[in-house]
């Protein structure tokens, strides 16, 4: 199993409204170079499933945030993992902490999903660029890409206009109202993902603080 992997980044991200723009995009998923507890996350703004901008600094602002970074509602193991979550929220509410989950769906594909909870929001990232502020966005080799998009009907974001694909690494961050990551769980192994144990754990603990 591959070790998660814990390490910082320093990023300018560069935005685009017609496709997604390569600032920050490692070759392979064990070269990205995920956000450090310490550090803040980049001001961004995503959409909900109803196209609707959101701020996320403001979001952040408003409580304790479980940032939860998924490749897309296609993915089995990401939908389990959001089902996982999606059974403590309680305890997570209990916390005063927020659920906020990312991937490159588009806000359509999003408004599909069964998840309907004012404490646990899907949000789209379908430029990548939280993804590549995160420092979680890697391109797929042509052959993966390929079979994705065949045997999936995936529809991946293309780059600067270009048919490569990227995705994000499955990760999970806790941030504070000040946008601060105080934990960041980040796996390039996409069939591992973090136990709610430990996700309780890490959010109680900066309860606490």
Not at 2 to 22: E, G, N, Q, R
């Amino acid at each position: 199993m591959l070790k998660p992997i814990l390490l910082a980044c320093t990023l300018l991200i560069s935005v685009s409204t017609m496709a997604a723009t390569a600032t920050n995009i490692a070759n392979q998923a064990e070269k990205v170079s995920p956000l450090l507890p310490g550090l803040t996350v980049p001001a961004i703004t995503l959409k909900d499933k109803t196209g609707k901008n959101v701020v996320l600094a403001e979001r952040f602002a408003e409580k304790t945030t479980v940032l939860i970074v998924y490749r897309g509602g296609w993915c089995p193991y990401c939908s389990k993992q959001l089902a996982n979550v999606q059974k403590i929220e309680a305890e997570l509410t209990e916390l005063d902490a927020q659920i906020i989950a990312v991937s490159p769906d588009s806000p359509e594909k999003l408004a599909e999903t069964k998840i309907d909870s004012p404490n646990y929001q899907l949000l789209s990232d379908d430029s990548l660029l939280l993804s590549q502020a995160l420092g979680l966005a890697f391109y797929l080799d042509d052959k993966t890409a390929t079979i994705y998009r065949n045997k999936l009907g995936v529809n991946f974001v293309s780059l600067e206009g270009k048919a490569k694909v990227a995705l994000p690494v499955p990760a999970v961050f806790v941030i504070d109202k000040q946008g601060l990551v105080h934990f960041q769980y980040a796996n390039p192994n996409y069939k591992v993902r973090l136990t709610e144990s430990l996700l309780l754990a890490a959010v109680k603990s900066v309860s606490e603080q």
